[in-house]
């Protein structure tokens, strides 16, 4: 009998999941899709349409526009919209108020037609016959025809077979061929059939070929979304020359918060081109040796721009933390190439009051699991570069009214503006406030997540932990981690009453006690990872002793920052063993 129709099916879901690099090209252009509101567009030129006769300037073009947006009424946006979704009244209904006016909202609606020509674009790549819909139909068709080519080879070759004779107790097996591959048919109580396996190994093959397909279609959109991006921001940059504020009016395109990632990506990529760090091979899956040239030369940028700008509090701060970062991330690099017995006799000499069970975890740690963790340092070290470093960029390339552009543009935002504020008003206390809100950012937005991942695994709190009982403090005279965050703290009754011998009859006699009593324990009683924790030793010593160098001892503070990376993380190295960052080791 002919075999039964296996489920071959695989959705658009499966495709995506199945494709490379985490590519989806359906979800991708529904997010687009989003982005870019045609409705709100049309709406957008109406109201810039009606602002353009009323407007006193460029400048006054985006508040008279976003109050006839608010008021609703007047010219029908969707009569702007032809038939091809473009706005077609370029000259007529939208332009009529003065040069510098008619020069904006020229801008304004080559913007907007370039939003709605990309999202068809994007659109078709998906929809359009030949695009991704139709290829992926096309897969699903292929891998059922190819099932029913091998039920017509199986039904064939079952049909010669059974006109052959065999002197055999077991009949020889059947072979089936098709489309030059060869396949023994099972045998089974109803006779024969093709292999079980067989379906899975169609539907895989047209999966990966439909998921090879969607990840060609998402490079496809982020090619059309990149080149839109880059004339939006050319655009942007015209209409901020007119004098135009491009996050305000109803118009939303060029302030979204895709256009706000990109713009941060571009000037994250910029600044690796000044300091020649190639961004496209910067791995933080393959370790600290293959990144060592890009961590040293990120550090020492930090040590620059402190030293140029004395107020850039922040960047000191990181190369001073960057020895012991550095250090710690040399350690567990060569703690990979030492045996279970030597890595327990380093414990016990380099943390002797650490537990015996976590000694032991730590000791007996795969060397997987400790590439894990060196993997995930080196790629926190990046976050903070990715995130910090093209602002610290742009304040040194111009300073608090770079930063108040890129505000107006949606680029940063207004609690960032404000660190930034405080930071350039040449206030102490103020500029002292500023670093410490990129601090606080840095910690508990950036690196959080990173560190609660890291304690989810299964030797996480013990490695945790351990990086509390070790860490120094980088700040010269600051005290280490294990004695700050090390307070045990006892509960007692409110009072305690007892005889008194030496008076006979007298009764008990009541004292009053503290209600806790606290006490340093010698080793830490929080965990680095918890940013409660690590926030303590920061502000309560750290920040503290950075701020003293800065008002007591600048020529000291310099010279630490100053110092070169690898110098400075030998003073913090704990394993024996030396470091050479071009071991290959990845």
């Not at 009016?249 to 910029?270: C, H, I, K, V």
């Not at 030369?297 to 990181?318: H, I, K, S, T």
């Amino acid at each position: 009998m002919p075999p039964e129709p296996p489920n071959l099916h695989f959705t658009r879901d499966d495709v995506e999941a199945a494709a490379p690099g985490g590519k989806r090209p359906w979800t991708r252009q529904t997010e687009f899709d989003t982005e870019v509101d045609a409705d709100a567009i049309a709406d957008a030129a109406a109201a810039y349409g009606r602002a353009a006769a009323e407007a006193l300037g460029a400048q006054d073009l985006a508040v008279r526009a976003t109050e006839i947006s608010a008021r609703g009424g007047g010219l029908d946006g969707t009569a702007l919209v032809d038939g091809e979704a473009r706005i077609d009244e370029t000259r007529g209904g939208l332009q009529d108020g003065g040069a510098d006016v008619d020069a904006v909202v020229g801008h304004l609606v080559h913007a907007m037609n370039l939003a709605l020509a990309t999202k068809d674009d994007v659109r078709g790549l998906i929809h359009n016959p030949g695009g991704l819909d139709t290829k992926y139909g096309n897969h699903l068709g292929a891998a059922a025809e190819e099932w029913n080519g091998w039920a017509r080879a199986f039904n064939d070759a079952l049909a010669e077979y059974r006109g052959r004779v065999w002197f055999t107790e077991q009949p020889p097996p059947l072979i089936v061929s098709h489309n030059g591959e060869m396949v023994q048919a099972s045998l089974t109580s109803n006779g024969y059939a093709l292999p079980d396996d067989l379906a899975g190994r169609i539907r895989e093959k047209h999966l990966r070929l439909a998921a090879g397909d969607a990840a060609t279609t998402w490079d496809d959109i982020e090619a059309e979304i990149e080149r839109y991006r880059r004339l939006m921001a050319e655009r942007a940059d015209e209409l901020k020359r007119l004098g135009h504020d491009v996050s305000a009016g109803p118009l939303g395109l060029f302030s979204t918060a895709e256009m706000d990632r990109w713009a941060n990506e571009q000037a994250f990529l910029e600044l690796c081109r000044q300091l020649g760090i190639d961004p496209a091979a910067w791995d933080t899956t393959r370790g600290l040796s293959f990144n060592d040239d890009r961590i040293t030369r990120v550090y020492e940028y930090y040590a620059d721009l402190f030293l140029r700008n004395p107020e850039l509090q922040w960047a000191g701060m990181a190369k001073l933390a960057g020895g012991l970062v550095y250090a710690g991330m040399q350690d567990l690099h060569v703690l990979r190439g030492l045996s279970g017995d030597e890595r327990l006799s380093w414990i016990a000499s380099a943390m002797p009051g650490m537990p015996p069970g976590l000694a032991m975890a730590l000791a007996t740690a795969g060397e997987a699991e400790l590439d894990h963790y060196e993997d995930t340092f080196v790629a926190m070290q990046k976050e903070i570069f990715v995130d910090m470093g093209w602002q610290h960029a742009a304040y040194d390339r111009g300073g608090i009214e770079e930063m108040r552009r890129l505000a107006a543009g949606g680029e940063l935002s207004p609690q960032l503006l404000t660190a930034w504020e405080d930071i350039a008003s040449g206030d102490p206390q103020r500029i002292e406030q500023g670093n410490a809100a990129l601090l606080r950012r840095e910690q508990e937005t950036i690196l959080q997540d990173d560190y609660a991942a890291m304690q989810e695994r299964d030797l996480g709190r013990a490695v945790t932990y351990m990086l509390g009982v070790t860490s120094e403090s980088p700040v010269p005279g600051g005290r280490p981690f294990r004695e700050v965050v090390n307070d045990v703290q006892v509960d007692l009754p409110d009072q305690i009453r007892m005889p008194v011998p030496a008076l006979p009859g007298a009764g008990p006699v009541e004292v009053d006690i503290p209600d806790a009593l606290t006490f340093d324990s010698p080793l830490p009683t929080g965990n680095i990872a918890n940013f409660d924790s690590r926030w303590q030793w920061i502000s309560q010593n750290m920040l503290p002793s950075y701020q003293a160098l800065l008002d007591q001892d600048m020529e000291r503070l310099r010279g630490e920052v100053g110092r070169p990376l690898n110098e400075r993380a030998q003073d913090f190295r704990l394993v024996p063993l030396p470091y050479d960052p071009h071991d290959g080791v990845n």
